[in-house]
């Protein structure tokens, strides 16, 4: 077959002005500096200046070089977003550049590797799951559906806790939460064999571990992470094969089941489904809400004032005659400011979880060079003075409205990040086809 002379010359041409173009684009950009940071200790990097209370510490090196910070981590660069601006920045502006999660060590085992929600790239596996978790779980009307669950075993909790004070036995809240909301999402077990599977993932999840910075001494796993993670793993896979052999239909596993295949061919597995409920479901949203709701009774508790200023909104509305419903909720506004401002105070998620780019790009006139994590620092978000007065104050009184307002009313995108943990608007709905972000 011959060959159209014209267009090989065009095809041709095309192709040396797309080279060129991405030449001059990625000179272009590798002339930005890289964002300010520490210049850390040769071989580890920064990673000694990080610690174990990372937020906090970041948020230390953040009030020195600035809201966008560049750091080496060990054999890996990991850019730093520590204020609201430079958050958007990352997640709005560039949302399809950091819309993918890096692969930590301590997530392979229990997220299968990584072919749940949480831990996945943005590829199309994460697209079905989440259209099937918007859909008949966490989106608008499939969260309505599942009332009567939540209604049921909340007030199974509470009866459990009255009997609990009646004995004059202390009441555990984060066990009688966590309980509650596993038992909410579809377990029915005995609440510490949960809860310790649930807290031995998330400290292991959640702690810097050298391997991931240092891959080539991973093998030795010097903290012990990820043998933790890999018998946390063995004992909730057991539960959950269990799980999906015995479940009583119809519920959210049919469901799955149902929506294995789409019309395009993508197909979700076994393996998706384990990880999806034990990496995703029971750990991203037990712990989370639980330790949510202890803070605000810790700050409650601390503050005699509010906790009598939400008894009497709650006996105004509500009464003493029968138990809360969601029904109520829009009603309770002080309520609801009390959990907006412990999200603020104490996000459960302080770095919420790493994105990462595999290109190099550019934002803010920075250069982020390719590979690099990206992480959130929400806990010095919530605390920026620029935005809050009084930023270390428990003061529900800012959400509510009318009320004294911060320096600079919430944006959409802070509103966003308190809105996730309601449950109600969860984050399915909320995001742009292409961003990520759980908060919103
Ligand atoms: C107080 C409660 C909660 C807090 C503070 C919280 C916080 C977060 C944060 C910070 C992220 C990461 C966002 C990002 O990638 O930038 C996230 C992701 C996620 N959360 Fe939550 N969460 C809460 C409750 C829940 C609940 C109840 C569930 C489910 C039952 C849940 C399921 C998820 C899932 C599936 C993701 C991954 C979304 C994705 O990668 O696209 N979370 N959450």
Redesign the pocket.
Known sequence: MAIDPYLAAAAALCLLLHLLLRGFLRRSTSRLPLPPGPRGFPIIGALPLVGAKAHANLARLAKRYGPIMFLRLGSHGCVVASNADAARAF?KTHDAQFANRPDPLSARDVSYQRQD??MADYNPT?KLL?KV?SLHM?GGKAFAGWAAVRRDEFGRMIRSMHGLATKGEPVVLSDVLVCALANI?GMVLESNKFKNIVLDMLTGGAQFNIGDFFPSIAWMDLQGIQAKMRSVHVRFDAMLTKLLQEHEAPDFIDKLMENRVTEDGQTITDVNIKALISQ??FT??TD??AV?VEWAMAEMLRNPAILKRAQAEADAVVGRDRLLEESDLPKLAYLQAVCKEA?RLH???PL??P?FSYEECEVDNYRIPSNSRLL?N?WAIGRDPKVWADPLVFDPDRFVAGGEEPIHPLRSWEKDLLR??D?HD??MEKRSSTW????G
């Open positions: 997640l929600l949480v994460w989440r978790c966490l999402l995703d479901l991203a949203g989370t809400s949510t999200l996000p459960s998620t919420s979880l994105h959130v929400i996730e943990a449950g969860f984050l990520r972000r759980s908060t």
